[in-house]
């Protein structure tokens, strides 16, 4: 019985101290991350071509804030067209090159529903910069009503395109909503825990940091105060969600010039929790799995798994190049032309 009330004692020690870390770390003044800024350019820069495409600005309302959206149609409708639904990665938004594959869908023959997340981009939300997975999944669901209740959209023939933290998104809402007729996914997050695997490309300092900013954040949401953000992607060594070369040159060359270079800093702590790989089983529909071969966040285990676990629904196409590789020049094209034979394989044959 003594022991249980010292084991009891020392627990709650444990907890008290714990608080008042959090609390010492929420509300400590004068705790920043060095903001980093992106090389300025007047023009977005696209993935594959600069065609603008036909499109307009369209909006739809989730949990009374707008989404700011761009609605492609094929050329001389006659009849309701398939519709794609896309998101966009990590912090990404849509004039961040998701109009250079929508384009290509277009010209295909069918339509694209491409949206920012809220808090992001152009789309409403407060606090700004904040990339929280529950609310985009419930971003990704009202884009797929949006896009269904359309007279031109066939509601029978709605596909998802996804990428990176959206290529996670896709395969959720898939095991969701089974009336989802395909689903393309390129160099998805499956596993967030997967992330783990590169802590050994990274110091403990880095990793002690981004705890703490997480904390800061997390907690001063908890407590009604301001977000505490950090860069979204920084040069290696420094405190940003993804301190590292590939990331920062990429954000470089896709990202436009008023892109804001910031995240609230709680995803930092709770990407590890995500696990879309969970949901599989769920999913009723063809699945293109598109694994670029050396992407750190894409252990080959994880897509064995998942494509077991679809069995015959799933596609599988390799890749020798890194994550942001796929966005850019012949990259680009390879991988853009496989899914746009997939979608026409799942949605323009009878």
């Known amino acids: 019985m003594i022991v249980i009330t010292y084991i009891g004692i020392i627990l709650a020690v444990i907890l008290v101290a714990f608080v008042i870390e959090l609390l010492i770390v929420a509300l400590c003044p004068g705790v920043s991350a060095k903001k980093q800024y992106l090389a300025k350019r007047m023009q977005p820069q696209n993935a594959g071509n600069n065609r603008p495409g036909n499109r307009k600005d369209v909006s739809f309302k989730v949990a009374g804030d707008s989404i700011s959206a761009w609605l492609y149609l094929p050329e001389n409708l006659s009849s309701p067209v398939p519709c794609i639904v896309m998101g966009h990665g990590l912090g990404g938004i849509k004039n961040m090159a998701l109009d250079s594959y929508a384009v290509r869908f277009q010209e295909a023959g069918m339509a694209v529903l491409a949206f920012d997340y809220r808090h992001l981009g152009d789309s409403d939300g407060q606090p700004r910069q904040l990339i929280w997975i529950p609310y985009q999944l419930?971003?990704?669901?009202?884009?797929?009503?949006?896009?269904?209740?359309?007279?031109?959209?066939?509601?029978?023939?709605?596909?998802?395109?996804?990428?990176?933290?959206?290529?996670?998104?896709?395969?959720?809402?898939?095991?969701?909503?089974?009336?989802?007729?395909?689903v393309s996914t390129q160099c998805p997050l499956l596993e967030g825990s997967a992330m783990y695997q590169q802590l050994h490309r990274v110091s403990i300092k880095y990793v002690l940091g981004m705890i703490a900013h997480g904390q800061r954040d997390l907690v001063r949401s908890w407590l009604r105060l301001s977000p505490h953000k950090i860069p979204l992607v920084g040069k290696p060594g420094t405190i940003a969600i993804m301190a590292d070369t590939d990331a920062w040159n990429a954000f470089e060359e896709l990202a436009s010039d008023d892109f804001v270079n910031e995240a609230c800093a709680r995803i930092g702590i709770r990407m590890d929790k995500y696990r879309p790989t969970n949901q599989v089983d769920k999913i009723r529909c063809p699945v293109l799995l598109q694994v670029c071969d050396r992407d750190v966040a894409l252990p080959l285990r994880v897509v064995e798994k998942t494509a077991d676990r679809l069995g015959g629904l799933a596609e599988v196409i390799h890749y020798p190049i890194g994550h942001f590789d796929i966005y850019r020049g012949c990259n680009f094209e390879t991988a853009v032309n496989d899914q746009i034979a997939f979608f026409r394989k799942h949605l323009l044959k009878a």
Do not use: F
């Open 138 to 182: 419930q971003d990704y669901a009202a884009a797929i009503e949006y896009a269904r209740g359309l007279k031109e959209i066939d509601p029978a023939k709605i596909a998802l395109w996804g990428t990176s933290l959206s290529g996670g998104h896709v395969i959720v809402t898939a095991a969701r909503d089974n009336r989802i007729a395909c």
